[in-house]
């Protein structure tokens, strides 16, 4: 079965700091690969996504992401991180193909705190 | 665009108590999902709905809990009885039909289910 590692459950920064996230998955195949976030009292809402061709995707509000095919590693980046940034953080894994065709399975989330 | 609607949004019961959880998704989506996310984790895939057809249904316990998708658009989740472990926020999401727009889910803002 598949699975999916964050790294971090929890990382607090300053304004203004750079933010790596860490995301492993446990599959072969063919996989998309997502980053959801979660703002306080808000619903879950897609960050970023990545289906194929250039392995380094843009998604909103300054978020960036890398698939590393070779290290089963999808790590989201932001370079200067602000106080609304402060979310819980998912990172996901589509599996686009075998017997659990259609299934999206997440990790256990990171919690991140920004400081003004 | 309307979003996923879900009701209620919050429910406290008793074990041994039996509650029910609804879902209308975005218009037009084909496909739905019940997601169980327990307090410091991911969202764990329940059951998944293709119009009214179950896909995937290999995490639900069933017997327990159980859900339908009459006439292929809302749905609702059932859990009888209840136990004190399923206590978490039940999330509804949905998505295109299959193909690669099928890969986004769009969730709602769940029902958070407290069992004393």
Redesign the interface.
Known sequence: AQS?SQHN?HVILSEAASLELGCNYSYGGTV?LFW?VQYPG?????LL?Y?SGDPLVKGIKGFEAEFIKSKFSFNLRKPSVQWSDTAEY?C?V?N?GGT?Y????????TILTVHP | EA??AQSPRYKIIEKRQSVAFWCNPISGHA?L?WYQQIL??????LI?FQNNGV??DSQLPKDRFSAERLKGVDSTLKIQPAKLEDSAVY?C?SSLT?G?S?????????TRLTVT
């Open positions: 999916v459950h998309n959801y808000q619903h879950l809402q897609l996504k289906f998912f996901a589509f686009a659990s259609g299934k999206l399975t997440f990790g256990q989330g | 979003g996923v496909t999902y410091g984790q991911g969202p764990k895939l998944q896909v995937d999330l999401a299959r690669t099928s890969y986004e889910q769009y969730f709602g803002p769940g």
